[in-house]
Structures are given as C-alpha cells and as structure tokens.
Nanobody, 128 residues
Framework: QEKLVESGGGLVQPGGSLRLSCAASEASGFSLDYWTFAWFRQAPGKEREGVACISASDGYTSYADYVKGRFTISKDNAKNTVYLQMNSLKPEDTAFYFC??????????????????WGQGTQVTVSS
C-alpha cells in the first residue's frame, strides 16, 4: 500500500513561514527517481486546487500563480521526502494541504485528476 505522510502544518501569523514535508514510503514502492509529486490544498467550502509540482525526471517545477514567488517545492531523493517551503503567508493560504504522487516521471501538472496517490493532509492556518 502506497503511503505518503505530510507534516509541518500549523498556525502562523500573516507574513510568516512554514515548511511542509511529505515523506514517501520506499517500502510501499515510492521512489522520487520515478514518481512525480505535487502539493494541493483545499479550504473549507472550496474545491481542491494545485499549489506546486516537481517532476521526477529532471526536477522541473511548476507553481500556481497565487503562490509564485512565495512558495518553493523541492525534494531530497536520499530522504525520499518532498518539501513545500511557504513564505510570506497570507490568510487566504489557510487550507488543508495534501501531498500527491503520480507514477509518471516527466509529468508536470497541477490538476488533481493526474494524481492517484494522496496523503492524509496537514492543516495550515494563517491568522493573527
């Protein structure tokens, strides 16, 4: 059973920073050399939306317009972990953040339909 575990969420003031982590289980078959990863988020009453993606093949990244310049996705293949560094956080960034993976090394997508493996998510709340 594939397994993705997110961590790092919490409460932060506007303008603050958080770093989310997504630990992928190698025992479950995940390898950052093959799987493309992305972060999505969902706020109450809203649809899930893509945040950032990083491909397996060359580490190419893609960001949604609403986080460009503030968020950075990265990965550590040795630790089999994907990160989302979030800076200059805004109240509108408040949401449940999910890690997702796709068995497509060259995929670059912010469309949830392209990802079939999901973590349980972690809550991010930006409030003063």
């Amino acid at each position: 059973q594939e397994k993705l575990v997110e961590s790092g969420g919490g409460l932060v003031q506007p303008g603050g920073s958080l770093r989310l982590s997504c630990a992928a289980s190698e025992a479950s078959g995940f390898s950052l050399d093959y799987w493309t990863f992305a972060w999505f988020r969902q706020a109450p009453g809203k649809e899930r939306e893509g945040v950032a993606c990083i491909s397996a093949s060359d580490g190419y990244t893609s960001y949604a317009d609403y986080v460009k310049g503030r968020f950075t996705i990265s990965k550590d293949n040795a630790k089999n972990t994907v990160y989302l560094q979030m800076n200059s956080l805004k109240p509108e960034d408040t949401a449940f953040y999910f890690c997702a993976a796709a068995a497509h090394p060259e995929l670059v997508s912010l469309n949830s339909i392209d990802f079939h493996n999901w973590g349980q998510g972690t809550q991010v709340t930006v409030s003063s």
